[in-house]
Nanobody, 125 residues
């Protein structure tokens, strides 16, 4: 079992920046995918970005955040960061860290092995 602890959410004005962190502990597979989903009230959960360790180190972004958000991970590959710049009110949501013990095509969160507790991001206009 992998435990995920998130930090970094908060309230920011439109155009501002926030950085989310997600620290993983436990039985972490050498090839894994970690990333972020978000869910706003009344909306479906969506993949924001994820990054796969090993091999090509694939990175995926939602179209809505490309060019504004950057996902990265530390050398130990146990902490993932989401740098969010040029934030918009429509980025307001609860953000959840996710862990898969493998490479994945899932973009709906249906096969996530571990979830973080969630952190709120609120962007005011």
């Amino acid at each position: 079992q992998v435990q995920l602890v998130e930090s970094g959410g908060g309230l920011v004005q439109a155009g501002g920046s926030l950085r989310l962190s997600c620290a993983a502990s436990g039985r972490i597979f050498s090839i894994n995918t970690m990333g972020w989903y978000r869910q706003a009230p009344g909306k479906q959960r969506e993949l924001v970005a994820d990054i796969t360790s090993g091999g090509s180190g694939r990175i995926r972004y939602a179209d809505s955040v490309k060019g504004r958000f950057t996902i990265s991970r530390d050398n130990a590959k146990t902490t993932v960061y989401l740098q969010m710049n040029s934030l918009k009110p429509e980025d307001t949501a609860a953000y959840y860290c996710a862990y898969y013990p493998t490479w994945t095509l899932d973009d709906k969160g249906e096969n996530v092995a571990s979830w973080g507790q969630g952190t709120q991001v609120t962007v005011s206009s």
